[in-house]
């Protein structure tokens, strides 16, 4: 056997190696993951009280406010494109512009919890809260799951400009960001799930 194919003993594998051709690394998959397995549950148990109650699954959509929650889906959008812009931007060695387009992300996170606020005000002036029947309960409960997700990425995203700013992250440097942008991903992604199942759907 040739030697130089042996491999080296004191060679170290890391869990986190990862192919380059898949972007982040394996513990920010690993988290996706785990949420995204916790938001199937949800859907899940949405299939389920819509099968037996779909009279109140079919009715429940109507009362809802379909502005806001259109309003909230061109918002996750567009902070999605913001993010993948600032990703570019550092890629190109353009730091400032990368912060500025992650200012645009959160931004938009604001909003979203701002307008999604507003909305479970007017549900309650409406009388629409989680005893009203089992399609506001599964509504609440899953929308104010994602609520806090924006939440936990909005603050994510600001600690990302944060490390720009700070020089942590450079053109070659910048897998934190890179994590940070799957896992707000995977948060619109959710929203992209959400709206039509609760908002559209009869």
């Not at 916790?38 to 406010?65: K, S």
């Amino acid at each position: 056997m040739n030697q130089a194919t042996l491999p080296n003993p004191g060679q170290h594998f890391s869990f986190t190696t990862h192919s380059k051709n898949i972007p982040g690394n394996l513990a920010i998959w690993a988290a996706i993951l785990s949420e995204m397995s916790e938001f199937a549950v949800m859907f899940i148990v949405y299939f389920i009280a819509r099968v037996h109650n779909p009279e109140l699954f079919f009715e429940g959509p109507t009362r809802l406010n379909t502005l806001a929650g259109t309003a909230n889906t061109l918002i996750m959008l567009s902070s999605s494109f913001f993010v993948v812009r600032s990703v570019m931007a550092v890629r190109d060695d353009q730091l400032k512009a990368a912060t500025r387009w992650l200012w645009g992300a959160v931004a938009c996170g604001i909003l979203y919890l701002i307008i999604k606020y507003l909305e479970y005000r007017w549900n309650a002036a409406q009388g629409l809260e989680t005893e009203t029947n089992i399609f506001y309960g599964v509504y609440y409960y899953v929308t104010f799951n994602h609520f806090l997700h924006v939440g936990w990425g909005t603050a994510g995203l600001v600690w990302v400009i944060y490390r720009i700013n700070s020089g942590f992250y450079t053109k070659t440097e910048h897998e934190g960001l890179v994590n940070m942008a799957l896992y707000w991903h995977m948060i619109d992604l959710a929203w992209i799930t959400i709206f039509p199942l609760l908002y559209v759907i009869r």
